[in-house]
């Protein structure tokens, strides 16, 4: 008696792997076009179907899914019939993805589909210090740091920001950003991403300081 329900066992987890497979195999999502590129803060309709083998509506609701503070998708859920008109809305750039899922009790009955929106990054729109000193004293070494911001007003912290002194012999930027002064003169402080620059113009001074000398 065990022997045959050893036997009969395998049997019925290919039945309901078969089942699965069919399942997923009847349905299949439509999207109305192959692949989508909207801007960052615009908004577009995207229409949906899920449909059977004969290419019918398949008479089922399903989940729309965009992706989390990148791309909202409004409403999140189909009608009854499985159709689905959206509204998607770019917040930062990137390839991103809509997501549908059909809504089953379990988890490997849900069949998937996806599309792939591209958002453009935006144009660099302007470049920002963190401070802009008009003097510094000779043989000092002063931190500076920029922010990059986009026509979106997005922090563009993964582009790669140009450091530069127009007067090296004045002063020049270490390897870390750090402008180092070494002799008194004027020098143009420039920051340069892309085709944006942010300038200002620096005197270098005389250092008050005298040496200590410990006896």
């Keep these: 008696m065990n022997k045959r329900k050893f036997l009969f066992a395998p049997f019925l987890i290919i039945a309901i792997l078969i089942g699965q497979n069919d399942n997923k195999e009847k349905f299949h999502f439509e999207f109305e076009i192959d692949s989508l590129e909207i801007n960052v803060g615009e908004s577009k309709e995207l229409t949906i179907k899920l449909l059977n083998t004969e290419g019918k509506l398949a008479q089922s609701p399903f989940y729309v899914f965009g992706q989390r503070k990148a791309l909202s998708v409004s409403p999140r859920i189909s009608d009854s019939t499985g159709v689905a008109?959206?509204?998607?809305?770019?917040?930062?750039?990137?390839?991103?993805?809509?997501?549908?899922?059909?809504?089953?009790?379990?988890?490997?009955?849900?069949?998937?589909?996806?599309l792939i929106v591209n958002v453009p990054s935006p144009p660099v729109d302007r470049i920002v210090?963190?401070?802009?000193?008009?003097?510094?004293?000779?043989?000092?070494?002063?931190?500076?740091?920029?922010?990059?911001?986009?026509e979106a007003d997005l922090n563009r912290s993964e582009l790669n920001v140009k450091l530069t002194s127009s007067n090296k012999n004045v002063a020049e930027f270490d390897i870390f950003g750090n402008l180092?002064?070494?002799?008194?003169?004027?020098?143009?402080?420039?920051?340069t991403v892309e085709d944006v620059t942010e300038s200002f113009t620096v005197r270098v001074v005389k250092n008050p300081t005298r040496k200590v000398t410990l006896s």
Excluded: C, M, W
């Design 85 to 114: 008109t959206v509204t998607l809305k770019a917040h930062k750039p990137g390839r991103l993805s809509v997501s549908t899922q059909t809504i089953t009790v379990k988890r490997d009955d849900r069949v998937r589909g996806t």
């Design 129 to 150: 210090f963190n401070q802009t000193p008009s003097k510094l004293y000779s043989g000092t070494t002063t931190p500076l740091s920029v922010e990059v911001f986009d």
């Design 180 to 191: 180092e002064t070494k002799k008194t003169g004027k020098t143009t402080v420039s920051a």
